[in-house]
């Protein structure tokens, strides 16, 4: 009777007493293998690491064996230096400086005294802000400058003395913050968005010198310089090897346009030339001809133009403007009826995919009866409105 109560006092805590013993005689059992037999000479070895040493390393790891046994370690304490300066650790201001990470383009304007407050007022309503960062280079600033608007001012009017500061300019300051530079003047309208995507698809670490492609005065030579009507792009690794040449092109180089003068500059210096085609991208652009009117225009090449050239007034430039916006908003609803009419192609494929007896995610149950009342409801935005 005494055990019975015993044994049915200590029931629940049976596995956990066979449990220690199992634990213990395994122990045990471990540790009589492991000091036991202690000369196995491939476990010699293989303690010593000569079964992962080469026959060459394991004659001089045993040669070196004598010498490593009087080896002991030792703290190294540290001490600082009293005489050298201690170095404050200056933290950027943005987490994408300190990582390395640079934007993708930068848009710089050309433009003068007499046209910064019309033609350059009229870039930045326009496409300025839809920009990383713009700025306006002249060479002397008017008295009142535009509200709004970033212009820097060389203290010189000569346009090829513009260009040389210009392109200085961005490159001390910018040169390690963007990876693409837009040089363009203030009579070209942009189509920025278009420009950003074209360098989004470009290979930022290879020299390039992208626009169209203008021949020389005489055009005897096959090299090209971009024309500057136009805007053109350079790379920064491009800027970063021009820069040491530019004080020798401006002292050498005689030209009368600011980009035929850096087109010869990059040309006899870095050998470039300039291209229009690059990894299967185009630079597209369009000549607007004279008294043209932007709301007849219908051509395939001035709907897909990156830029304009020349525009003559500030009005021109708005109307410009208003044309592509048109050409945008066009697009947007041929996409959203093409999607309309994707859309209306899958709907019969998971209506007949969808299990029997569940509802259906374009349908509401009735809640009499249990029947199942379709009621699709599809809200698009066209360019009639919403429809239901």
Known sequence: MRLSSFLALFRPA??????????????LLMVSWTQGDMDDPCRDELAKGGLFLGRGDAQRGGRDRAGDEDLQPRIVPYHKDPNKPHKKVLRTRYIHTELGIRERLLAGVLTSRATLNTL??????????????????TGLRSPKVPHGMTVIA?????????MYETVRHLHQHYGSEYDWFLLAQDDTYMQADRLSELV????AGQDLYMGRAEEFIGGEEKARYCHGGYSYLLSRSLLARLQPHLDTCRNDILSVRPDEWLGRCIIDYLGLSCVEVHQGMTYRYFELGKNAD????????????????????PNLMYRLHKRFSQIELEWTYQQIQDLQWVAGKLVPISSSLWVRGRVHPGQVASPSQGNTQTTTHTLIHTPKGNLE
Not at 14 to 27: A, E, F, M, R
Not at 154 to 162: A, N, T
Not at 200 to 203: A, D, I, R, V
């Open 120 to 137: 350059a007022v009229a870039v930045n309503r326009t496409v300025a802000h839809h920009f990383h960062r713009t700025f306006f280079f």
């Open 200 to 203: 989004g698809h470009l290979s």
């Open 294 to 313: 932007p709301e007849r225009e219908d051509s395939l090449s001035f709907k897909n133009a990156f830029t304009v050239h020349p525009v003559s007034d």
């Open 14 to 27: 049976l596995p956990l007493i066979l449990g220690l013993s199992l634990g213990c005689s395994l122990s």
């Open 154 to 162: 060389h203290g010189d009017d000569r346009p090829v003395w513009l």
